[in-house]
């Protein structure tokens, strides 16, 4: 299968290097394009101000190409520019921390599956609940292993699969779990520093309250150990709304 790697951590992040090493086990033909620098919690934004540079990357084993842009520049440049023909798939992570409720907007990793799947061609978000993941080739395998088992053909036109691994060892990780995404919003807050001058700035922070997570879903099931698999579409009609408006508009 003709694959195309990209993620929002960059190029050189640990998630990358080890779906990278997992999909050339497998056989796959890979081809790299991923920002540069990280790029995380862009969502689906794309340059459209300045230009883009793509530099290579060939490190031991590895070979990419690192873009300075965001997830979905790297996927849109490389389908419209550089894979003739396009790819089977295209695959986003590992992502450093779980993409789960509203993070699916938020989330670059998620953006770049998405870019994929407008373009007409496959997405898979895969991401690790946790930011400071050391090797994650385990995980990687996992996920390699899934993408054969997917019912890709009978999905509908532009879905995308967003896939989360706990924060465990493989060997304690529970089964797979097909889920919806939980609708628990964040409480955010700021938390207040002071820079080596004395200035203030403001970095922020959050949780998904535990008591406002249903059972089931995707932020539920990771707590509990399991690898979910939630099929997003991005359809953002308010159909509830739009009879309401319907009625009372006309």
């Not at 090797?135 to 053909?153: F, K, Y």
């Not at 309250?209 to 997003?232: A, I, M, N, Q, Y």
Request: with cysteine; charged share 20%.
């Amino acid at each position: 299968m003709r694959i195309l790697l990209s993620n929002d951590d960059g190029i050189q992040a640990v998630g990358l290097r080890a779906l990278y090493t997992a999909l050339k086990e497998a056989g796959h033909d890979v081809s790299v394009y991923a920002p540069v620098t990280e790029q995380s919690a862009v969502g689906h934004a794309v340059t459209i101000a300045m230009p883009l540079r793509v530099k290579e990357f060939k490190e031991n084993s590895f070979e990419g190409r690192g873009v300075s842009g965001t997830p979905a520049d790297c996927v849109k440049l490389a389908l419209t520019t550089f894979m003739d023909p396009l790819p089977d798939l295209v695959v986003s992570g590992i992502n450093a921390g779980a993409n789960v409720g509203v993070d699916i907007i938020y989330s670059g990793t998620v953006g770049a599956a998405t870019e994929a799947a407008l373009m007409g061609v496959r997405g898979l978000a895969v991401s690790y609940d946790g930011f400071a993941p050391v090797n994650l080739i385990e995980q990687a395998r996992h996920a390699v292993s899934l993408i054969d088992r997917i019912p890709w053909q009978d999905l509908p036109q532009r879905s995308v699969m967003n896939l989360n691994y706990p924060d465990l060892p493989m060997e304690q990780t529970k089964e797979l779990k097909c889920c919806p995404h939980t609708r628990a919003m964040y409480e955010d807050w700021f938390e207040e520093r002071h820079d080596p001058r004395g200035h203030p700035y403001y970095w922020l922070t959050g949780v998904i309250p535990g008591d406002k997570v249903s059972e089931g879903t995707d932020r539920d099931f990771l707590w509990k150990g399991h690898v979910t698999l939630t099929p997003l579409r991005f359809d953002f009609t308010n159909r509830e709304a739009l009879d309401i408006l319907g009625k009372t508009l006309g």
